[in-house]
C-alpha cells in the first residue's frame, strides 16, 4: 500500500474558542492539554457507566482550536453530546465535514506534504500518518480496501463492526494499549470505572485477532467451542479477522482441547495473556 486513502466513513467537529483544550480535556480519556500544535491524540467519550460512547482523533490546530475526526455514523450524537457539556464554557462545536476530509497515509514514515492541511501521525500503531485537508484536494493513490487490510492485520478496532457503541469499556477494545486512555490525568467523565478494570489488572473481554479455515465468517456470528460460548466475530480480511471473546471462556476452551466454530469456520486464536 502507498499513498493516501481518503476516509469517507470519517467526519470532521471542529471545537474552538480560548476554553477549547480545557473543555475537551475535562470530558475524555486522553490528555488533552500536553497536544502541541501538529499533534494528535486517540480518545473517547464515555458514558458516566465507563462505556464508549464514541472515540475520535484530537488534532490540535492552535491554543484554541482542535479538529476531531470521527466516525460518520456518529458525528450528530457526538456534537450533541459535546454541546450538552458545554454549558456556559467559551467554546464554539461546529461540523466541518461538508468541507473537510480527512486522509490516511498509512505507509509513510515523515509528515505528509499537503497543501491546507493539519497532519499528525496515527497514534495507535504503525499506521502512517492522518490527514485533515480541504474537500478533493488530495488525491487518493490507494484503496479503502487496503487501509482496512492493514487496520485488520494489525489488530485495530473498528467501532460499529468490532463493537457496538454504548455497551463496550475502553479497556475490550484494546484502547489501553492503543494510546487511547491516559491513566495519570485528572477526572474525566466514566474516569473512575476505568481506573477500577486498570487495577483489576484484566480485562474480562478483549477484542484479539484470529485465523479462520478455510476463510472468516461474516461479523456478528457467534462463536462457540461445543458447549462453550465463546464471543462473536468483528471485521475481517480474507482469513484473518477480529472479534470480541470472554477471555475466560477462550482460554477453558483451548485447554479442554475444544475448537473454537463459528459458522462452521473453524477459528484459530492466540491466547492473551493479558
Sequence with gaps: MTGSIVLEDRSVIDVSGPEAG????????????????GQACFAALLSPQGKIQADFFIFMQTADSYFLDCPK?????????????????PVAINDRSSELSVYAFP????????????????????????VIA????????????????????????????????????????????LSGVDFNKGCY??????????????ARKR??????????????????????EIGVTGSHTGAVGLAMVRRDRLAQAIESGKT???????????LDPS
Excluded at 75 to 84: C, F, N
Excluded at 116 to 122: G, L, Q
Design 73 to 89: 455514523q456518529l458525528v450528530l450524537d457526538l456534537i450533541q453530546r459535546l454541546k450538552l457539556y458545554k454549558l456556559r464554557a
Design 107 to 130: 505507509d509513510a514514515l515523515e509528515r505528509p506534504s499537503a497543501p491546507m492541511a493539519i497532519s499528525a501521525r496515527d497514534p495507535r500503531a504503525s499506521f502512517g500518518w492522518r
Design 134 to 177: 480541504l474537500k478533493n484536494s488530495i488525491p487518493s493513490s490507494g484503496t479503502f480496501a487496503s487501509y482496512e487490510m492493514r487496520r485488520i492485520l494489525l489488530g485495530l478496532p473498528s467501532g460499529g463492526v468490532d463493537f457496538v457503541y454504548g455497551d463496550a469499556f475502553p479497556h475490550e477494545t484494546n484502547m489501553d494499549r
Design 207 to 228: 477484542i484479539i485477532p484470529y485465523l479462520a479455515t478455510p476463510q472468516a465468517p461474516p461479523p456478528g456470528t457467534l462463536i462457540n467451542a461445543e458447549d462453550i
Design 22 to 37: 480545557k473543555f475537551l480535556h475535562n470530558l475524555v480519556t486522553n490528555n488533552v492539554i500536553s497536544l502541541s500544535p
Design 260 to 270: 473454537p466454530m463459528a459458522d462452521q469456520m473453524r477459528l484459530d486464536f492466540q
Design 189 to 202: 467523565v466514566g474516569q473512575e470505572v476505568v481506573s477500577r478494570m486498570k487495577h483489576r489488572g484484566e
